[in-house]
Nanobody
């Protein structure tokens, strides 16, 4: 099973940017489809973005389209989430997730993933 560690969270003003990274170790990273989820305060975990094993397929939640970008670098076992034009409603704990598959047809469902990171806090002030 792959181990995941997120980093890059923090406090940012509305309109600002942050770049989250998820470092993976363990089994071959390139055989995993990856995803980002978030859990706002008092709410359920929700899908944010997903990417296939080689980056040829990506998905973004409607709420972040045009502002967030997901990417990966298999050479350094990392998946990233570039977040621009941040809004207060983006405040959440952000989680990285992995599924041992080249593609994940249920990329939007948290139950389709095999491994999770511990999360990183993102706070956007108004």
């Amino acid at each position: 099973q792959v181990q995941l560690v997120e980093s890059g969270g923090g406090l940012v003003q509305a309109g600002g940017s942050l770049r989250l990274s998820c470092a993976a170790s363990g089994r071959t990273f390139s055989r995993y489809a990856m995803g980002w989820f978030r859990q706002p305060p008092g709410k359920e975990r929700e899908f944010v973005a997903a990417i296939s094993w080689n980056g040829d397929v990506t998905y973004l939640a409607d709420s972040v389209k045009g502002r967030f970008t997901i990417s990966r670098d298999n050479a350094v076992n990392t998946v990233s989430l570039q977040m621009n034009s941040l809004k207060p409603e983006d405040t959440a704990v952000y989680y990285c997730a992995a599924k041992y598959s080249y593609y994940n047809s249920r990329y939007y469902s948290s139950t389709s993933y095999d491994s999770w990171g511990q999360g990183t806090q993102v706070t956007v002030s108004s």
